[in-house]
């Protein structure tokens, strides 16, 4: 399993992604689900991947090597795409083109083994900071002041604390603090999300890479919001006063 | 789907569900999931039931009417099985057969179609009180000092506070208000987990039903609890202290 969550603030776009991969519980690596591209002074995106490994691998590749001079073939590159909605096009399709390939088949390619996720979050000059999910038949939802925030993976435990959480005014510091959260809940209660996690934060309008950091299973911060977490719902629990019998 | 939960305690089992059912969402119904068995002063049985609603009924159905003395044609029934192991053996073979009836076959069965989940608790006189889950294979687990809880339908949401604040030594009243903390968030995320909700306390050595109470949706306590968890969790976000970029 996987989990990754876009978060779109006021001042910007916070991602966070696991890095564990597994075939069964007794084979497990870890592997980066989060990449990034910049064009420095003009663009940057970040890409998190949710699903089979070889498919996401894969549309990484060919989204990497499109950008190389050597390869001017006329196919589209998300580092030329004069918008991030014309980068989701294109990561939507490589992304479909990967699945089916896999399949031998085009059609409905959700349910196929190859089968992934994708959040793709960021900003192209001229444009304002965008952020969409990306489904394995190629199309694409944009976060909105409704829907504010994308998960992948294992997107249940961590919800609650998102739902009752989240605030487009809150800063780059607390969003970082909410995701923790959001991923020890689900770290905690599910095996297959697991440490390090990967962290990007893109502030708006500055056109390149914000804070890239990897946060490792002896993060002093991480650990202290492990606990304090628990205590901290235990006594926000006990602060609510008990049912009565009558 | 269906959200219940048997949490065992020192002093006793709470055990609650929720009603809602649907076929598709735009088509809801409210169903009781939880039944409730009983011969005063020797034993209190209750059930939970999660999956095909069928199926579920019809091993209702089979272990009521298994009851009755004019169908004494050698079925055993579970007000005279010697224990609650027994019990639930009873009630494992009831569910296996009315899936394995559904599905013309044998074999496993808990991707079939018609397949359910259960959750068995009580006591009977000369035992302790005994928490269990039964799958459609008809085999089942017990509750124990290191998992002393069981879920069933949608269990995710849920499942973080449950984990961080459950206590073999609460009081009932306090376990109450674990549990609507619970389902408050299962129906905040899932649309088809619904009120009313529907509660039975058993005391440990009482040998009938103890509290047994439905929670309707203008529950003024639920909507305490509902509002309030709101705010506590926000202040307990509130009270860590936010991420530092150094």
Redesign the interface.
Known sequence: MTYCVGLKLNRGIVMMSDTRTNAGVDNISVFRKMFLWEAEGERSVTLMTAGNLATTQAVVSLLSERMKPAEERGDPSILEAPSMFQVARIVGQTLREVIAEQDGRSGLVADSAFSATLILGGQVRGGEPRLFMIYPEGNFVEASDDTPFFQIGET??G???L???YDPDM????A???L??SFD?TI??NLSVGLPLDLHIYETDTFHHG?IRRIERDDA?FN??SE???V??????N???????R
Do not use: N, Q, T
């Open positions: 249940k435990y919800r609650p604390i739902v009752r959480a800063s780059f510091e607390d970082v603090k909410l923790m959260v809940s905690k209660a804070l911060y202290m919001i304090g977490w628990g901290a719902l235990r006594d926000a629990f602060a609510l006063p008990p049912y009565s019998f």
